[in-house]
C-alpha cells in the first residue's frame, strides 16, 4: 500500500510540475512589433492582419513601427489607390491599445510636419532603432507582414 501511495505521489507531481510551466506561459502577455515600411497599398492587408491578431489575442501588446514609405498610411487624408482611408481603421486599433509609432528621421528627410500625423501617433528618432530597442531591450517579437 505504501509503494502504491509513493507511486501516485510521485505521479501527481510529476504532472503537476509539467503542467504548472504551461499555465505560466500562457498567463504572459505577447507583445509584437509590426514593421511597416512598405507602400500605403500594403497596409489594409497588413492592418487586417493587426486586426485578426488582436481577435485571436485581446490581451496582446501590439506597437507598430513605420519608416520610409511605411509612415504614408498615418498622415491625415492619406487613402490607398482605391480610396480607402486609413483614420478610422488607426483610431479604432489605437483604442485597442496599440501602439503606432513613426520616425522623425522620415520626417525630417521629407521635409514632413508633424503636425500633419494623425493624432494616435508617436514620434520616435528612428524607426529600425525603435525595431531593434523593443526587440533587445524589450523581449517583442518581431512581424514583418
Known amino acids: ?11 501527481l507531481a510529476a504532472t503537476l ?13 505577447v507583445k509584437v512589433v509590426y514593421h511597416i515600411n512598405t507602400d500605403v497599398n500594403t497596409v489594409p492587408a497588413i492592418l487586417n492582419n493587426i486586426r485578426n ?9 501590439i506597437v507598430v513601427v513605420t ?29 485597442k491599445g496599440i501602439e503606432f ?3 522623425n528621421n522620415t520626417l525630417s528627410a521629407r521635409k514632413i510636419n508633424p503636425d500633419r500625423l494623425l493624432m ?8 529600425v532603432a525603435e525595431v531593434a530597442r523593443l526587440q533587445a531591450l524589450e523581449g517583442y517579437v518581431y512581424l514583418k507582414p
Open 53 to 61: 491578431h488582436m481577435n485571436a489575442d485581446p490581451k496582446a501588446k
Open 1 to 11: 500500500m505504501y509503494k502504491f501511495i509513493a507511486t501516485l505521489a510521485l505521479a
Open 101 to 103: 509609432r513613426v520616425c
Open 120 to 127: 494616435e501617433t508617436k514620434i520616435v528618432p528612428s524607426g
Open 67 to 95: 519608416h520610409g514609405p511605411g509612415i504614408n498610411f498615418l498622415l491625415q487624408d492619406a487613402k490607398d489607390s482605391q480610396g480607402r482611408e486609413f483614420s478610422g481603421t488607426v483610431s479604432d486599433l489605437a483604442g
Open 17 to 29: 510540475a509539467f503542467i504548472g510551466p504551461a499555465q505560466a506561459q500562457t498567463a504572459q502577455q
